[in-house]
T-cell receptor, first 111, second 115 residues
């Protein structure tokens, strides 16, 4: 596909795990990113993964990368109400300066 | 604070006006960017710029022009504002253009509303 794709919405209960999925476009993309945008706020870099890795864990966050399928996921363990936000995946294509963003997934955490 | 900052945070203006949004980074980064986020939250690159090269997204109207007085600043000037320009504009910066290790840091955004 031409665009980075994400599901638009995800709702989970507080304490459960959240999994946000992303399909990116270029199998040669070197770095893949997850950004978080809270209501009315800017973009906060959460984590990134280099394309030669399959998995990266950072506290409650686990990133999984399947290069063959161009699939990226972000798992948030023990999801809290403060995790409610829009989550964007982004890819950095070879030779490009900028990032290509997905549509964003709006995560709602239900108390 | 070490950060990417933008001013103003909110901008409400009339159609046809000319306005500027300012961006400053004190991270010592070499490359700066402007992104536009539309009402559906879709983020698209408008420009990337370092002291040697300006790269323009071909879909950006020429009413938009980036201006960089120095390496730490990249301002966005918009002429003859249109209703469709209403969006959130994000500035970002990264350490080295073309580096695989670069990470982009974003400003808080400027919410532009054209009436």
């Amino acid at each position: 596909g031409e665009d980075v794709e994400q599901s638009l919405f995800l709702s989970v209960r507080e304490g459960d795990s959240s999994v946000i999925n992303c399909t990116y476009t270029d199998s040669s993309s070197t770095y893949l990113y997850w950004y978080k945008q809270e209501p009315g706020a800017g973009l906060q870099l959460l984590t990134y993964i280099f394309s030669n890795m399959d998995m990266k864990q950072d506290q409650r966050l686990t990133v999984l990368l399947n290069k063959k399928d161009k699939h990226l996921s972000l798992r948030i363990a023990d999801t809290q109400t403060g995790d409610s936000a829009i989550y964007f995946c982004a890819e950095r294509k070879p030779g490009a300066n900028n990032l290509f963003f997905g549509t964003g997934t709006r995560l709602t955490v239900i108390p | 604070d070490t950060a990417v900052s933008q001013t103003p945070k909110y901008l409400v203006t009339q159609m046809g006006n000319d306005k500027s949004i300012k961006c400053e980074q004190n991270l010592g980064h070499d490359t700066m960017y402007w992104y536009k986020q539309d009402s559906k939250k879709f983020l698209k690159i408008m420009f990337s710029y370092n002291n040697k090269e300006l790269i323009i997204n071909e879909t950006v109207p020429n009413r938009f022009s980036p201006k960089s007085p120095d390496k730490a600043h990249l301002n966005l000037h918009i002429n003859s504002l249109e209703l469709g320009d209403s969006a959130v504009y994000f500035c970002a910066s990264s350490k080295r253009r073309g580096s695989e290790r670069e990470t982009q840091y974003f400003g808080p955004g400027t919410r532009l509303l054209v009436l």
